[in-house]
């Protein structure tokens, strides 16, 4: 038996992010976020990617 909010996950379209255009990089900043700050949340992984490069 699913529970609600796993079924409305599955079928939830997420996009891609704007500078990479890979949905697992949204997803990472969707789950980052605290207080509703988003784009601090965007800046953690593209810091960190550019520090990889």
Known sequence: MLHRSS???R???????PI????L???LVDRIPQNGKKSLAYQIPYQAMKRIR
């Open 7 to 9: 079924v409305a996950n």
């Open 11 to 17: 079928n939830r379209n997420i996009e891609s992010d």
């Open 20 to 23: 990479y255009r890979n949905r």
């Open 25 to 27: 990089v949204s997803m």
